[in-house]
């Protein structure tokens, strides 16, 4: 019987996403007939060649006619105005970078360690969970905007709030939930590109979840920054089983 050709859809375009298709492209029985994601193409085809994890890509990446669509903030999908909705961000770190050219020989305003610094720029208020490395670029900027950018380290000597003092600190209604999964310790999520000790515990997350939905109208969500290991599947089950808790407690009253 002669080899039949897979054809795979990619949806989200991520680190997981951009790491199936370089596998997929020299495997011939493979064929990528779609990557859905609503970032920035040109931001995108970026991140295809350069990875701060996997490196450069040796293949050429270059990018032909229009996206089909933009996203120029998180505010797009359901008409609100930036003011109105908070971003709640769980992380070990700030990305509130101009852009990334302190350790990038090709210097991008859309580079991960920037995404915060843009949605500043939109005017989202955001409040950052779990912060326990700071560059001076970052730390600087945070404290010429503390109106607008609340901040609850983790650090050494930092003290744990209370969840509903986090939630408290929420002005607006409606909330995106933002989780690089680094923010939580690594010891329950390993398998992340730049993982620092000292993070979320646990359950904890799940409980801030569990109260962020139950307070607020949670308007959409991600998980990013796992970074699959080869010995280990804790992290990927990890990202699954947060995925499970945003989707369940969304809709927690219609499930019962």
């Given at each position: 019987m002669a080899n039949k050709t897979i054809k795979?859809?990619?949806?989200?375009?991520?680190?997981i996403g951009r790491a199936f298709l370089k596998i997929a492209w020299d495997k011939p029985e493979i064929e990528i007939v779609a990557v859905n994601d609503l970032g920035d193409v040109l931001n995108m085809a970026y991140l295809l060649k350069h990875d701060t994890v996997y490196r450069t890509w040796s293949h050429k990446v270059e990018t032909k006619g229009q996206p089909a669509r933009n996203a120029s903030s998180i505010a797009d999908a359901g008409g609100e105005k930036s003011k109105d909705?908070?971003?709640?961000q769980i992380d070990a770190h700030q990305d509130l970078r101009d852009d990334d050219r302190d350790y990038s020989n090709n210097p991008s305003k859309y580079a991960h360690s920037a995404v915060m610094r843009r949605a500043h720029e939109l005017g989202f208020p955001i409040v950052q969970v779990g912060i326990r490395t700071f560059s001076k670029y970052e730390y600087n900027f945070w404290?010429?905007?503390?109106?607008?950018?609340?901040?609850?380290p983790w650090t050494k000597n930092a003290k744990i709030p209370a969840i509903n003092e986090i939630v408290k600190s929420i002005k607006t209604k409606k909330v995106y939930l933002s989780l690089d999964v680094d923010g939580i310790d690594p010891s329950f999520m390993p398998g992340t590109g730049t993982p620092v000790q000292g993070g979320l515990e646990w359950n904890y997350t799940l409980n801030l979840i569990e109260k962020l939905f139950q307070a607020?109208?949670?308007?959409?969500?991600?998980?990013?920054?796992v970074s699959p290991q080869e010995s280990s599947v804790l992290t990927e089950y990890g990202a699954a089983q947060l995925c499970y808790a945003m989707i369940t407690n969304k809709f927690r009253k219609k499930l019962k």
């Amino acid at each position: 019987m002669a080899n039949k050709t897979i054809k795979v859809g990619i949806n989200g375009f991520g680190r997981i996403g951009r790491a199936f298709l370089k596998i997929a492209w020299d495997k011939p029985e493979i064929e990528i007939v779609a990557v859905n994601d609503l970032g920035d193409v040109l931001n995108m085809a970026y991140l295809l060649k350069h990875d701060t994890v996997y490196r450069t890509w040796s293949h050429k990446v270059e990018t032909k006619g229009q996206p089909a669509r933009n996203a120029s903030s998180i505010a797009d999908a359901g008409g609100e105005k930036s003011k109105d909705i908070t971003i709640l961000q769980i992380d070990a770190h700030q990305d509130l970078r101009d852009d990334d050219r302190d350790y990038s020989n090709n210097p991008s305003k859309y580079a991960h360690s920037a995404v915060m610094r843009r949605a500043h720029e939109l005017g989202f208020p955001i409040v950052q969970v779990g912060i326990r490395t700071f560059s001076k670029y970052e730390y600087n900027f945070w404290q010429k905007n503390k109106n607008i950018i609340k901040v609850f380290p983790w650090t050494k000597n930092a003290k744990i709030p209370a969840i509903n003092e986090i939630v408290k600190s929420i002005k607006t209604k409606k909330v995106y939930l933002s989780l690089d999964v680094d923010g939580i310790d690594p010891s329950f999520m390993p398998g992340t590109g730049t993982p620092v000790q000292g993070g979320l515990e646990w359950n904890y997350t799940l409980n801030l979840i569990e109260k962020l939905f139950q307070a607020k109208d949670v308007i959409g969500a991600d998980i990013v920054e796992v970074s699959p290991q080869e010995s280990s599947v804790l992290t990927e089950y990890g990202a699954a089983q947060l995925c499970y808790a945003m989707i369940t407690n969304k809709f927690r009253k219609k499930l019962k």
